[in-house]
């Protein structure tokens, strides 16, 4: 990994950093992917990975929920008329 | 009113026999909150409406509508949504935060009359193992004030310890629980993935997390458990009824005899002082008739590697909402990509900036087999070796944490030295079986020591059963 992954990663997460703490999550990154880079020598058998997990769906039905709107809009950072407002994207 | 030793069953006749009201047990708990908590750091907020919460309990004691949790005072990590309250995560993205509905622990906690006395530190998302990644200041040890009482439930651990509170919830991620239970000398109990419902929680690891009590002894514990372990059609990890119980566990399989332990996963790293105690505790449970048995868990070695990669992934995703635009911290700078960037960038603390990017790489194009992919086959594999190691012994113990307490400022930059600490915790959270952490004694800087069992899935009495028989003979 190099300063421009760090970089790359952050635009793609959406996070703004500072010169100085790339350079501290590049030392980070390197201390940990090499702590978790020991399961590449994991030998796993050819198993078909039986995940027994799968979704759990609900029909789409409308419901009733009790929040207030008041609550929910109250915090939106930016409003208009109780409408949240968001800046131009276009 | 004697707080150290009172447990919910006592608390419980005296609140019904009238000894005295469930206002005086608050104040009580107030009382200490007002004298530590400065100090500690383990409330965020005392709810301003406890005394209207305790008012409303009392009803309960007079109509007769009274059950065991009525009036009993509990304190709730700072990610469990209570409506019309602040619930921050511990972050600063969250701080002006109000939750607009009950997580399903809170709405239970509310119908039987619990006080639900305010909200504790924790590390920031449930991000670390100290309680020092909050945003809101590090919490303190109550046996040592510059010790870390451990995290990420580390202030729920400090108000049961302290008689802040009588038991309180945390969340266990990957030791959430288990380790500050350990640091504090408590009981903390890892329920079954899927038994309590996670709606309501701010998610961390969606298949990992599990609310998780708190208590000075087992009781306590097997108390909240029970009354919070339920169904709820909400969570769609929760489980429902019918496989509850097709899984119900044998009557042979509640009285466990057989321990399994998994030497080898400990041959090295662990504090040679907690390896003794743990030693010493196996050899009490032997005296007591327990068949102590070697057991091999190879896989469960990479059990934290795997963890660490599964975990930052899901962290990746789920802190995706946090963007600055319908609630919570935001920056309103430039455009909108501005807003995103500032206000996360600002928003969130370091450990989850560090937990967000490494979840983005171990996911992109090129890293994901090698990484993601890997990690959850290895998973697989855990659980699996777990559930088959159950069929020859009934629990697997192990020290909860490879460390005593550790100082305040310790392993912040190195984060391996600080993912270390939960390196028992993860077989648990991983293959979803139950786990619990037990107080084992006290060193000689009087700092608490801890063993930890895993049980099947949803044998939490096994674990009540063999934590009461410990509780019995540890000081022999």
């Known amino acids: 990994m190099n300063i421009q992954d760090v970089e790359n990663l952050a635009e793609l997460a959406r996070i703004e950093l500072t010169e100085e703490e790339k350079g501290a999550l590049l030392k980070d990154f390197d201390s940990i992917l090499a702590y978790v880079k020991t399961i590449e020598q994991v030998k796993l058998d050819e198993i078909a990975p039986e995940y027994d997990v799968k979704n759990v769906w609900r029909e789409d039905k409308p419901e009733t929920r009790e929040f207030s709107r008041e609550l929910i809009v109250g915090q939106f950072p930016d409003s208009q008329d109780g409408f949240l407002k968001v800046k131009k994207i276009l | 009113m004697d707080l150290k030793n009172l447990t919910i069953e006592k608390a419980h006749e005296s609140l019904r026999k009238g000894e005295y009201a469930c206002k005086e047990l608050l104040e009580a708990y107030l009382g200490n909150i007002e004298k530590k908590n400065k100090e500690l750091n383990a409330y965020l907020e005392v709810y301003k409406d406890v005394f209207e ?82 945003a809101y200041g590090v919490s303190r040890n109550p046996h040592d004030t510059s010790r870390v009482p451990g995290g990420s439930s580390g202030g729920s651990a400090i108000a049961v310890a302290a008689d802040m509170s009588l038991v309180s919830l945390g969340t266990d991620t990957c030791g959430s629980v288990r380790e500050p239970a350990a640091f504090c000398g408590l009981v903390g109990l890892k329920p079954t993935y899927g038994a309590l419902s996670r709606n309501g929680i701010i998610a961390m690891g969606n298949s990992l997390d599990q609310v998780a009590p708190f208590g000075k002894n087992v009781r306590d514990v097997e108390i909240v458990f029970n009354f919070l372990s339920k169904y709820d059609k909400k969570d769609s990890t929760s489980i429902p009824d019918s496989l509850r119980n097709k899984l119900a566990p044998s009557a042979q399989s509640l009285k466990p005899t057989k321990i399994g332990v998994p030497w080898h996963l400990f041959e090295q790293g662990v504090d040679p002082e907690v390896m003794e105690n743990f030693k010493n505790s196996m050899e009490k449970l032997k005296k007591s008739g327990y068949e102590i048995l070697d057991i091999e868990l190879p896989f469960s070695k990479y059990s934290l590697e795997a963890y660490y990669i599964i975990m930052p992934a899901e962290v990746s995703t789920n802190l995706a909402r946090f963007d600055g635009i319908r609630y919570g911290y ?76 550790f100082k305040i400022g310790e392993k912040l930059d190195d984060p391996v030295a600080m993912y270390l600490c939960d390196i028992f915790s993860a077989p648990a959270n991983l293959s979803g079986v139950p786990s619990i952490a037990l107080p084992a004694g006290k060193n000689k800087e009087n700092l608490p020591f801890s063993i930890q069992f895993m049980a099947p899935h949803f044998c939490e009495d096994a674990l009540f059963n063999i934590g009461k028989k410990f509780e019995e003979i540890r000081r022999e």
């Open chain 2, 53 to 134: 919460q305790a008012e409303a309990a009392q009803k309960k004691f007079a109509d007769g509508t009274a059950e065991m949790l009525t009036g009993i005072p509990i304190a709730i990590k700072d990610n469990i949504l209570f409506e019309g309250h602040t619930s921050s995560a511990g972050s600063k993205i969250l701080e002006n935060y109000t939750a607009s509905y009950d997580a399903f622990v809170i709405k239970e906690l509310k119908k039987a009359g619990a006080i639900i006395v305010g909200r504790t530190n924790m590390d920031e998302f449930a991000m670390g193992s100290s309680t020092q990644t909050s």
């Open chain 2, 330 to 405: 935001s920056n309103q700078a430039g455009n909108l990509l501005d807003v995103y960037k500032k206000s996360r960038g600002e928003g969130f603390g370091r450990e989850a900036r560090r937990r967000i990017l490494l979840g983005t790489y171990v996911l992109s194009h090129g890293y994901y087999d090698a990484y993601y992919n890997k990690a959850i086959k290895i998973r697989e594999k855990i659980k699996s070796e777990v559930v088959q190691a159950f069929e020859s012994v009934d629990l697997i113990a192990t020290p909860t944490v490879p460390v005593p307490p």
